[in-house]
């Protein structure tokens, strides 16, 4: 594929490096084996642009050991998702749920990019009982996804699924997952702040340190010593 020498030329070796070390590539680290080229984001954006990929074309890149690959592809099928067509929209919503299931979309960045996007949006209008799923899965992965979802509806001022799944997400054991649903509380805490304080006053003594402090990142002072008292 042509895409394939786009990669090539941006290719960085000792950029790779540090990019191995900071998405913990090593031995028994939640991206262990992942390959990386060292191309910067807004590069793999850039060459998202210039290529319109078939779902077939998508498929070899996501199946990729070559992380960028996967990301870049995730950059064209979000494209893809914007303006498609009801019946194509299905399509790759199908497509994305079967890259989850083959652990094709297994870092905190494709997660982050793509699961609003994706399959928030194509739920909008639907029941959303998949994410519960998700969010009940023994996949780190699957879980987040589950909790990233829902920020497409949190930006559209509609707040309940993401309380519904941050409480199922509570007990979580993993700072991805703490992270993930401390940022989601937080942006809707910009919009609500009164749900937010709602939640934080249920949950508070019981959430773990890093989704605690994630979620009360835009509290004032006075506020913030509170929670991270009790």
């Known amino acids: 594929m042509d895409i394939i020498k786009e990669f090539q ?10 990019l191995q070390r900071f998405f913990k590539t090593g031995k028994g680290q939640y991206g262990e084996g992942d390959i990386f080229l060292g191309i910067t984001v807004p590069e793999q954006r850039k060459i998202a642009n210039k290529f319109n990929l078939s779902l077939d074309e998508l498929q070899k890149l996501l199946d990729s050991k070559i992380h960028e690959h996967r990301l870049t592809s995730l950059f064209i099928l979000n494209k893809k998702f914007k303006k498609a067509d009801k019946r194509e929209k299905q399509e790759i919503f199908d497509f994305y749920l079967k890259n989850v299931n083959k652990s094709n979309i297994n870092n905190w960045d494709l997660v982050d990019s793509s699961a609003h996007k994706i399959i928030g949006n194509f739920l909008e209008d639907k029941d959303r009982k998949i994410l519960y799923n998700l969010a009940k899965s023994k996949n780190l992965w699957e879980k987040r996804i589950s909790i990233i979802s829902a920020f497409w509806f949190i930006k559209n ?9 941050a409480e199922i997400l509570l007990n979580d054991k993993h700072d991805l997952i703490h992270k993930a649903v401390g940022w989601m509380l937080r942006e809707i805490g910009k919009r609500d702040k009164s749900v937010l304080i709602n939640f934080l006053n249920k949950h508070s003594k019981k959430m773990p340190r890093t989704m605690l402090r994630y979620s009360i990142e835009k509290l004032n002072k006075n506020e913030k010593q509170k929670y991270m008292k009790k």
């Open 157 to 165: 001022n509609e707040f309940q699924d993401a309380i519904n799944l």
């Open 9 to 18: 030329k941006l290719e960085n070796p000792e950029k790779a490096i540090h």
